[in-house]
C-alpha cells in the first residue's frame, strides 16, 4: 500500500503560477509512473499530466500543454506539477496517482493508488 499526499494548492489569481507536490510514503515510488487529474464540480475526472517512471517522458492535455510542467525527484518520493498562467477554468480539486504501468497514462481507471486531492482555485 502506497499513500500519496499533495501539498501546495490554494488561492491563485489569473496569471499566478502555484507548484503542486505529491510526495509518496514508500520508496517503491520510483517504479510507478505519475499522473494528475483534476475534477471540477459536476464534472468528471479529467486528465491533466502524466510522468514515466525514469522521468524520461511527459505527456500533458492539450489545455495545459505550454503552461504546466511535470516532474519528479524519486530520491524525495516525489512529484511535482508547476502551473503557470493560471486560468479560471484551472480551478478544480487535483490529484496525484500512481501506476505501475507505462501506457494510457491518460486514464484514470489505469491508475494503483490515489491522494487525497488538493483544491486549487484560481480568481479573476
Do not use: H
Not at 479529467?46 to 525514469?54: G, H, K, L, W, Y
Not at 481507471?109 to 483544491?119: E, S, V
Amino acid at each position: 500500500q502506497v499513500q500519496l499526499v499533495e501539498s501546495g494548492g490554494g488561492l491563485a489569481q489569473v496569471g499566478d503560477s502555484l507548484t503542486l507536490s505529491c510526495t509518496a510514503s514508500e520508496p517503491t515510488f520510483r517504479v510507478y509512473a505519475v499522473g494528475w487529474f483534476r475534477q471540477a464540480p459536476g464534472k468528471e475526472r479529467e486528465f491533466v499530466a502524466a510522468i514515466t517512471r525514469d522521468g524520461t517522458n511527459t505527456y500533458y492535455t492539450d489545455s495545459v500543454e505550454g503552461r504546466f510542467t511535470i516532474s519528479r525527484d524519486n530520491d524525495k518520493r516525489t512529484a511535482y506539477l508547476q502551473m503557470s498562467s493560471l486560468k479560471p477554468e484551472d480551478t478544480a480539486k487535483y490529484y496525484c496517482g500512481i501506476t505501475v504501468l507505462s501506457f494510457s497514462l491518460s486514464l484514470a481507471t489505469k491508475y494503483d493508488y490515489w491522494g487525497q486531492g488538493i483544491q486549487v482555485t484560481v480568481s479573476s
